[in-house]
């Protein structure tokens, strides 16, 4: 048995806080100043950074996927760099076999998606074969597992289990989103206004990997989305991300606000006159495909560019930017009710 598997008995209580904040703003040496640190995945954050520094043996992160298990693992990696580090998922090993006994002394082993072995008796126990031997040796070695099991249930799972750290990610609370959208904007040089941030907390869904999605596709389009005109277009970039769960879109939402907002319901008397403004506001403000508006509209490609045009042109209605201006205003107040 391995007297310092554990962190508490590496370390003292008053010197881990001051080692772990001093690693997370060290960004030049690791990357874990990329990590959303929340009440979430806290207790998982702390083990890597205890692994990486050497004051903890044998860590296992576990949690569903998407949120933040490889990107840790990923950090350690960095951080342990000018180690000799074995770096393996077990998905790869079924198109790329590797002898398991070839992982046995290696001085850092960094395993991914260990819970794939889980699924094949087999491989769950050459997986723990590994795990025991290096633990017995007390190699340092930190797993990631996506699985269903509680921390207790866990720990069944692995040789030695009173050697292992257990760090937890759990899926954020809906608190928590907004500042996950806030620090990853950050990374990619976004500029994002608290409107926009609002939104992708409400409406977006799946795991962290939708999230970098959806700002992947702004960073390509610009990198500040802090004026009205900008979250409209942000809404046009991000509409398929957006709908995803409960088949929001924002042309629906144009049409319907068209119908209902002040700067526009007086203004616009005809049925034909709206749908033209709609044209108009989804390829001038949302920056939608002419193919997108055209379809939706129930028009071909050249009306929509023909029926936008002639209200830039003040043919429909006069004055268009001043309506456009007064109409953006109240599709802002209205996102606070979708």
């Known amino acids: 048995m391995m007297a310092s598997g554990t962190s508490s008995t590496a370390v003292s209580s008053n010197h881990v806080p001051h080692r772990i904040s001093e690693a997370l703003f060290q960004e030049s040496r690791n990357n874990f100043s990329s990590i959303a640190v929340l009440p979430s995945n806290v207790k998982a954050v702390e083990q890597a950074l205890l692994f990486s520094m050497g004051l903890s043996t044998l860590v296992a992160l576990i949690g569903p996927s998407g949120w933040g298990k490889t990107s840790l693992l990923q950090c350690v990696s960095n951080y342990r760099c000018n180690q000799k580090l074995g770096t393996i998922g077990i998905r790869s090993l079924r198109t790329q076999p590797v002898r398991w006994e070839h992982l046995e002394t290696v001085p850092v082993l960094i395993l991914d998606d260990a819970g ?161 403004f709609a044209a108009f506001v989804m390829r001038k403000a949302f920056r939608l ?25 003040g043919e429909i209605v006069s004055e268009p930017a001043k309506i456009l201006e007064a109409w953006l205003s109240d599709f802002e107040r209205s996102l606070e009710s979708v």
Request: glycine fraction near 6%.
């Open 116 to 276: 794939y072995a889980f699924r094949s008796p087999r491989a769950k126990h050459d997986l723990r074969m590994l795990l025991e031997r290096r633990a017995k040796a007390g190699r340092s070695t930190i797993i990631a597992i996506e699985t269903d099991l509680s921390t207790k249930a866990l720990r069944n799972q692995l040789p030695y289990s009173r050697n292992w750290s257990v760090g937890e990610i759990t899926e954020p609370t809906k608190d928590e989103f907004p500042l996950m959208v806030r620090h990853f904007a950050k990374n990619y040089g976004l500029h994002i206004s608290e409107t926009l941030i609002s939104l992708l907390a409400k409406k977006l869904t799946g795991n962290g990997h939708a999230l970098v999605g959806a700002l992947q596709r702004l960073q390509l389009v610009q990198l500040s989305w802090l004026t009205l005109e900008s979250v409209a277009a942000a809404c046009g970039v991000l509409n398929e991300n957006l709908s995803a769960a409960d088949g929001w879109d924002i042309r629906d939402h144009i049409v319907d606000l068209i119908d209902s907002a002040p700067s526009t319901r007086s203004t616009l008397k005809s049925s034909a006159d709206r749908i033209a």
């Open 289 to 313: 495909p002419e193919r997108e508006v055209a379809g939706y509209l129930g028009l071909d490609e050249g009306r929509v560019y023909n029926l936008s045009n002639r209200v830039m042109k």
